[in-house]
C-alpha cells in the first residue's frame, strides 16, 4: 500500500479534472480525495493504493482530460493511514 499527496497546477479547474480524477481512481481501486485549491490553478489529491495503483493514478493525472493543460505535478509519498473509504470530490 502506499499514501501519496499530490498537488496538479496549471489549467486544471473547470475543465473536469475532479471527476476525471475521481472516476480513474476509483477504477484503480484507490481510495482519498481530490479539491480545488483556492488559488484557481492547483487540484489537490490524497490518495491510497496498491503501488501499481497509485503510480499509475500519477501518471494518469500527470496528463489530465481533454481541456486540462498540467503545468506541474508534485508529488509527495507518505505513510498509508487506511482512513478512507472511497475516493471523493471535496467541495
Known sequence: MKRVH???????????FRAFVRRNAKRLGVKGFVRNLPDGFTV???????DDA????????????PGAIVEDVEVNYEEPRNEFNDFEILY
Open 6 to 16: 499530490v498537488l496538479v497546477r496549471g489549467v486544471v479547474q473547470g475543465v473536469g
Open 44 to 50: 489537490e489529491i490524497v490518495a491510497e493504493g496498491p
Open 54 to 65: 497509485i503510480e499509475q493514478l500519477i501518471s494518469i493525472v500527470g496528463k489530465g482530460p
